[in-house]
Every structure is written in C-alpha cells, then in structure tokens.
C-alpha cells in the first residue's frame, strides 16, 4: 500500500508542475481543494473535513482531522469568459461594436494533502500541502471589438490579441499542537512558485512611434519567481458539537517579475512588475449537533488593497482592486456506512469594481456566487473516492478604460468546476488503541473533551464509550 501511495504522489507531484490556466474566484483564489472541500463550497476554518480542507484556510485544522490521511484531489474548470466593447465612429456616422470570448480551455488544477502524526497520542500534527491556483485570459484579436481591434480605438494603440496567465504552486508545510483537550493551535510557513506571462503588457508605458499605431510590448519571457510567507490559527471546541476556528496567512512576499522584452524596432527591454499576494482573514463555525451531519460557515477577508499590483492604484501601473469579502455555507451528511453527499454555497464582494484599465482585461475577477455538490464513496476502510460539480454564476461589469476614451466595455464571466478526489487513510484513529484480539475493533478513549471528527465520507457508529468508531 506504501509503495501504491508513494507513485500516486508523484504522479500528482508531475501534474501540479505543469502550469494550467484557470480563473479563480473570489479574485485569485479557488474556493476550495478537491471535491470533498470544494464540495461544501471551502467550509474548514473550524471543520477539517479532509486532508486539503485541513489545510487550505487554517492550519490548527489538521489537529482535529481524526485520522492519518492522503488527500489527492483537484478541479477541472471550463470558464467562460468574454469582453464586449463599442465606440462611436463619428466619420462614419455609426458604432462599432463587438463580442469575443476567451478560448481558455478545459484546464487541470490539482491538489495535495498529507496530515499525520508520528505517535497515535501525540499532541503534534503534521501535514503538508500542495495547491495550485491562479487566473488568465485568451482573447483573439477581433476587428470588430474596438479592445481587440487591430489598431484599438481610434487607431492609435495595437491591442488585440490579449493573453495573460498568473500561476501560483503554493507548498504549506504545517504543524498544530494540541494545548488542551478543547484548544488546537497550528502555524506553518509558506513557500510559493509563481509565474506569469502578460500579452501585451499594459502595465507597461507603450511603444511609441512617430509614423503609425503605438503597441505595448510583452511581457512572455520570465523565469519562475519565489516567495513566501506564514500561517496561524486555532481551533476551540466550543461545546461537543460545536467548534470555532480563525486561520491568517500573511502577506506572501514575491520577488519582483522581470520580463526580456523589446521594442517596436527590436532593441531589447526589460519590464518589471512588482507584485505580492494579499493577506488572508479566514473565521469558521462547525456544528456537529445531529447524527451523521455536519453543518459550517466560514467568513473569509482578502486583503488586495494592500497587495501589490492587485491593489496598486491605476495610475501607478496596477489593477486598483479593493479587499473581497467572502462568505460559504456547506453541510455534509453520512447516507450510509459507505456513502456522504454535500452541497455549499459561496458569496463573496467584488474587488474589481469597473474596468478601469486595460489590466484588469487581464484578470476579470468578478464571479460573486458560487453553488457546489458533491458526493464520497468508501471503497474500502482506507480508501475513498470523491466527485463534485461547481458553478460560478454568470456576473458582469461595465465602465471604461483609461487607455480608451469613449469606448464602452463589458466583461462577462461565468464558470463550471468537476471536481475529484482520492482519499487514503492509513494508521488507527488518533488517540484510539486497538483492542486485543475480540469482536470489538475500535474505541474512542474516556476522556472529558470532544472526540475529533471524522472527515466527511468516514462513516461512524457508536463506540462502546459511546463515542464514534469505525466500523
């Protein structure tokens, strides 16, 4: 089985390293990893729900997860994007006006998650996850859309194609301590990879020339960037049944993107973007109070207008973006021993509030609701197989470009996720001993604190102490 589980980590591993082109909502971020978190819509800042769950918004989280886990998940993503624009043409005497969609494909975004302790009765919990997420377009030039025209508006700047693509491969080694039967507290550091291609570079100045169009030069070639940051959090056992949770994660400092570029007659540029991913406030409330259910509401603030780029006003070259606010609501139910369904629901604030500049072509974060379901399947008592389906709800923006007077602009985006996952358990129930050889398999130790709950999809039945065991 060990040497099963170690070839599926590396083939996720091989898969994360390929780059893929996504749009992430609220902004940069997908709501969720894998079908079991991203199910209940990114519910587990006071639940862990599974491996990814534990470790995606608060990292004391994997403390009260229950068991040693490998979570292998992801999503693919089929956005649907597109841009509409019109001006007036004033010799001709009409408007020009067109629609085009991004052709962004069919995109992998995968995940990892390993939890475990090194000892049944430890305090200390382990994990380490792997996520990837990011956002992009891919815009065709069109002569009859004026912000992907051959020339733009009124002939002065080449615009058209448009193309960009912001990845992020994140590593959240992580740790949480037990400090009291009711209280779990955990901290980590982050470790980003990051790359980026702008086509063309509008936070650039343009290309000038005395004869003909103005163009703005790419901004393709780049070598990956690293960065980093922490995490904190805590979860406290309110009742049995009800748990609070808060998890931070820090700015994440990045080094400064610089681009080989070159000029309208080829001699060589170098353009250059500072930028660094916003600081994260995660709250969360899980109810466990009715048999085989588990209730959560995360409340979430990204901080973009204190981020780099993200929150660099426009006129310094930035996308001018304001903090999102997000909150997700998400339940999972055990219909069986083997078999757990889920839905969530996300609403989150938009933090680009008008087009603005021709940046923000390139990173339309403006999907606000989002519905998710899901379902688990316990192939055997180990291991488990989950699948979901997401969906973003049709938003648009309308306003103006900087860059193109009187020409009105529309961004429209909607999305659909099928999410999967694979979860391997291994090693006894934390703080459980097997008994002798008898008819009874597992308990749960008499002990005045709550029992960790089990991850969604492990079914539980009363224990001879009457707390929950795996059947």
Same mark, same amino acid.
């Given at each position: 089985?060990?040497?099963?589980?170690?070839r599926l980590?590396m083939?996720?591993?091989?898969?994360?390293?390929?780059?893929?082109?996504? !749009?992430?909502?609220?902004?940069?971020?997908?709501? #969720?990893?894998?079908?079991?978190?991203?199910g209940?819509?990114?519910?587990?800042?006071?639940?862990?729900?599974?491996?990814?769950g534990a470790?995606?918004?608060?990292?004391?989280?994997?403390?009260r997860? #229950?068991r040693?886990?490998?979570?292998?998940?992801?999503?693919?993503?089929?956005?649907?994007l597109?841009?509409?624009?019109?001006?007036?043409?004033?010799?001709?005497?009409?408007?020009?006006?067109?629609?085009?969609?991004?052709?962004?494909?069919?995109?992998?975004?995968?995940?990892?998650?390993?939890?475990?302790?090194?000892?049944?009765?430890?305090?200390l919990?382990?994990?380490?996850?792997m996520?990837?997420?990011?956002?992009?377009v891919?815009?065709?030039?069109?002569?009859?859309?004026?912000?992907?025209?051959?020339?733009?508006?009124?002939?002065?700047?080449?615009?058209?194609?448009?193309?960009?693509?912001?990845?992020?491969? !994140?590593?959240?080694?992580?740790?949480?301590?037990?400090?009291?039967d009711?209280?779990v507290?955990?901290? #980590?550091?982050?470790?980003?990879?990051t790359?980026?291609?702008?086509?063309?570079?509008f936070?650039?100045?343009?290309n000038?020339?005395i004869?003909?169009?103005?163009s703005?030069?790419s901004?393709?070639n780049a070598?990956?960037?690293?960065?980093?940051?922490?995490?904190?959090?805590?979860?406290?056992?309110?009742t049995d049944?009800?748990d609070?949770?808060?998890?931070y994660t820090?700015?994440?400092?990045?080094?400064?993107?610089?681009?080989?570029?070159?000029?309208?007659?080829g001699n060589?540029?170098?353009?250059?973007?500072?930028?660094?991913?916003?600081?994260?406030?995660?709250?969360?409330?899980?109810?466990?109070?009715?048999?085989?259910?588990t209730?959560?509401?995360?409340?979430?603030?990204?901080?973009?207008?204190?981020?780099?780029m993200?929150g660099?006003?426009?006129?310094?070259?930035?996308?001018?973006?304001? #903090?999102?606010?997000?909150?997700?609501?998400g339940?999972n139910?055990q219909?069986?021993d083997?078999?757990?369904?889920?839905?969530?629901?996300?609403?989150?604030?938009?933090?680009?509030?008008?087009?603005?500049?021709?940046?923000?072509?390139?990173?339309?974060?403006?999907?606000?609701?989002v519905?998710?379901?899901?379902?688990?399947?316990?192939?055997?008592?180990?291991?488990?197989?989950?699948?979901?389906?997401?969906?973003?709800?049709?938003?648009?923006?309308?306003?103006?470009?900087?860059?193109?007077?009187?020409?009105?602009?529309?961004?429209?985006?909607?999305?659909?996720?099928?999410?999967?996952?694979?979860?391997?358990?291994?090693g006894?129930?934390?703080?459980?001993?097997a008994c002798?050889?008898?008819?009874?398999?597992?308990?749960?130790?008499?002990?005045?604190g709550?029992?960790?709950?089990p991850?969604?999809?492990m079914?539980?039945?009363?224990?001879?102490?009457?707390?929950?065991?795996?059947?």
């Amino acid at each position: 089985m060990l040497k099963w589980c170690c070839r599926l980590v590396m083939a996720v591993l091989v898969t994360v390293a390929v780059p893929s082109l996504t !749009q992430a909502q609220p902004g940069f971020y997908l709501p #969720g990893a894998g079908a079991i978190h991203a199910g209940m819509a990114g519910v587990s800042t006071a639940t862990p729900v599974d491996a990814l769950g534990a470790l995606y918004w608060n990292p004391a989280a994997i403390g009260r997860l #229950g068991r040693n886990e490998a979570s292998i998940g992801g999503s693919l993503i089929y956005p649907e994007l597109s841009v509409t624009s019109s001006r007036p043409r004033p010799l001709v005497g009409d408007v020009l006006s067109g629609r085009t969609r991004s052709d962004n494909g069919f995109p992998l975004v995968p995940s990892l998650g390993v939890v475990s302790k090194l000892d049944d009765d430890s305090p200390l919990t382990f994990g380490l996850g792997m996520l990837a997420f990011g956002s992009g377009v891919n815009y065709p030039g069109d002569p009859n859309n004026p912000v992907l025209a051959p020339t733009g508006p009124f002939g002065q700047v080449v615009l058209g194609p448009v193309f960009s693509n912001m990845q992020v491969i !994140q590593l959240n080694p992580t740790v949480s301590y037990q400090l009291t039967d009711r209280l779990v507290v955990g901290a #980590g550091p982050t470790v980003d990879i990051t790359t980026a291609s702008f086509d063309p570079a509008f936070f650039a100045q343009p290309n000038r020339v005395i004869l003909g169009p103005n163009s703005f030069p790419s901004a393709t070639n780049a070598r990956p960037y690293w960065g980093g940051g922490f995490r904190v959090g805590a979860v406290y056992s309110l009742t049995d049944t009800l748990d609070l949770g808060f998890g931070y994660t820090s700015p994440q400092w990045l080094e400064t993107w610089r681009f080989n570029a070159r000029d309208n007659f080829g001699n060589p540029q170098t353009l250059s973007l500072k930028a660094s991913l916003p600081a994260i406030y995660s709250w969360g409330v899980a109810w466990r109070g009715i048999e085989r259910l588990t209730l959560g509401v995360d409340m979430r603030y990204i901080d973009y207008k204190n981020a780099q780029m993200f929150g660099t006003p426009t006129d310094l070259g930035g996308l001018g973006w304001e #903090g999102s606010f997000a909150v997700a609501v998400g339940g999972n139910y055990q219909v069986t021993d083997r078999f757990a369904v889920r839905a969530g629901y996300q609403y989150n604030t938009n933090p680009l509030q008008n087009t603005r500049v021709l940046f923000n072509l390139q990173s339309p974060a403006i999907i606000q609701h989002v519905v998710t379901v899901g379902t688990t399947m316990n192939l055997t008592e180990n291991l488990s197989t989950s699948l979901g389906y997401g969906y973003g709800f049709h938003n648009s923006i309308v306003g103006q470009f900087a860059q193109a007077p009187n020409t009105r602009v529309q961004l429209d985006a909607a999305g659909h996720q099928l999410l999967f996952g694979l979860q391997i358990k291994f090693g006894k129930p934390w703080g459980r001993k097997a008994c002798p050889p008898c008819d009874v398999s597992l308990t749960a130790p008499a002990t005045a604190g709550p029992v960790p709950s089990p991850s969604p999809g492990m079914a539980t039945v009363a224990g001879p102490l009457g707390g929950p065991t795996t059947p």
